[in-house]
């Protein structure tokens, strides 16, 4: 079996595994595989960047059926985003911990898990606490201390790479290689919410282990601002669409015209003023309450660039812009209409045709609605309403880049 086959089986164990443990598909399908025979069974990046050593897959597969390989190929697929998941990198960071024995302590915090479907490798048993003595149901930090005190993590020499220990290594993919994953703390973050929700969606048929639901509960506490990400999303936007606003222009002289008499040289024309748009998702499938928190948190922080803001309403169809130039302005979309089905693809068609056309689209939606087949010109933001910590439809990722999409935690309280 080649290096092309053997990734081709790793896809297949990705796949068998993620039916089989859904919630975890998110984290699993943003990974990028590399082969390379510099770690010992399989490593991961702080960026999802997945290393297999293809010597010990193929031992996964001599002498036993295909079917095994897959549910133990598939425990490792697990036990590797496991600890970008629980951000064993920064935790080893937080308190400068020596690599290789927090690598041990890392594998027993997530090892004592048990997976429906999936098995430990047999040719590479995983390490327990009960092997230092130690109990199950620990954390990391827990372990480690221990470990330390009793002078064993010398005895395991496995390295799992930087998405365990946080110092990269010499065989890890470099920063400026085009095969390199490219994914931001703020992807991560949002990975790990995706997860944490389908976790807790499947919490009443008592699949996932109890670890494992007190982790998401704590993933479900917001620790990312979000306000802070979409401010940094637009920023971002109109900076960029400004900088394609520059141009030569012989609208007005150049200041150097008389070093170039008689030509008449072009000056720098830039337009500086920015433009937002916003496209309000109004169907029925939004409640009014959704809609008054949601425009009061988006306008919020659309006063931080102090630009005049196009609001849309969308629901089946695109209804009047409405310019809001100050706060008292605010009183125009107190009564937006709304109410029938849902296509945010004509809202977002009504705010590229305005013109001056927008530096940036801010699509406010509840996630039930068609998305655009591709990318537009115009940067478009997705801010995704999350009510009671529910999982909406998401755009398709590709087209759409991760970094379109912004996660805003709605707290409905119960009627």
């Known amino acids: 079996m080649n290096n092309r086959e053997i990734e081709q089986f790793l896809r297949f164990a990705r796949a068998f595994c993620a039916e089989r443990l859904p919630w975890f598909a998110p984290a699993l399908f943003s990974c990028r595989i590399h082969l390379t025979g510099s770690v010992r069974i399989a490593a991961i990046s702080e960026q999802l960047d997945i290393y297999f050593n293809p010597d ?10 295909k079917e095994a390989a897959l549910a133990q190929t598939g425990f490792l697929w697990i036990h590797e985003i496991a600890h970008v998941l629980r951000e064993h990198y920064s935790r080893a960071r937080a308190i400068n911990a020596d690599a290789a ?25 995983p390490v327990l606490p009960g092997i230092c003595y130690l109990p199950n149901g620990q954390l990391a930090e827990y372990y480690y201390r221990e470990l330390t005190k009793k002078g064993v993590g010398d005895a395991f020499t496995w390295d799992e790479g930087s998405g365990v220990h946080g110092e990269k290594r010499l065989w890890e993919i470099n920063d400026s290689d085009a095969t390199r994953n490219r994914i931001d703390e703020i992807r991560l973050a949002q990975i790990r919410r995706q997860v944490a929700l389908l ?68 000056s720098l024309n830039i337009d500086w003023n920015s433009r937002i748009a916003c496209v309000i998702d109004t169907s029925g499938s939004m409640e009014s309450r959704d809609i008054g928190q949601a425009i009061a948190e ?3 922080i659309l006063e931080q660039f102090q630009v005049p803001v196009t609001i849309i309403p969308c629901d089946a169809s695109a209804y ?13 979309v107190q009564h937006i209409p709304g109410g029938g089905g849902t296509d945010m693809v004509k809202g977002i068609e009504a705010a590229l045709a305005l013109r001056p056309a927008p530096d940036a689209v801010v699509v406010l ?50 009627c």
């Open 298 to 300: 988006v306008l919020r």
């Open 56 to 65: 010990a897959i193929l031992e996964l597969l001599r002498d036993q059926s």
């Open 199 to 266: 976790i807790t969606q499947h919490r009443t048929q008592g699949d996932a282990p109890a670890g494992w639901i007190r982790w998401a509960d704590g993933q479900l506490v917001s620790r990312v601002d979000w306000r802070k990400v979409l401010h940094h999303r637009l920023r971002t936007a109109m900076v960029q669409s400004i900088g394609g606003r520059m141009d030569y222009s012989l609208r007005r002289p150049s200041r150097r015209q008389s070093v170039y008499h008689p030509l008449l040289p072009p």
């Open 320 to 332: 009047t812009p409405m310019l809001i130039q100050q706060k008292s302005d605010y009183f125009k």
């Open 101 to 125: 024995i927090w690598n041990l302590a890392a594998d027993m915090e997530i090892n004592d898990s048990q997976w429906d479907g999936l098995e430990a490798p047999a040719p590479f048993p």
């Open 365 to 414: 939606t509840d996630g039930y609605t068609n998305y655009p087949p591709a990318p537009y010109r115009i940067p478009i933001v997705f801010g995704i309403i999350q009510p009671n910590n529910s999982l909406p439809p998401l755009p398709p990722v590709p087209p759409w880049p991760n970094g379109s999409i912004v996660f805003i935690p709605v707290a409905i309280s119960p």
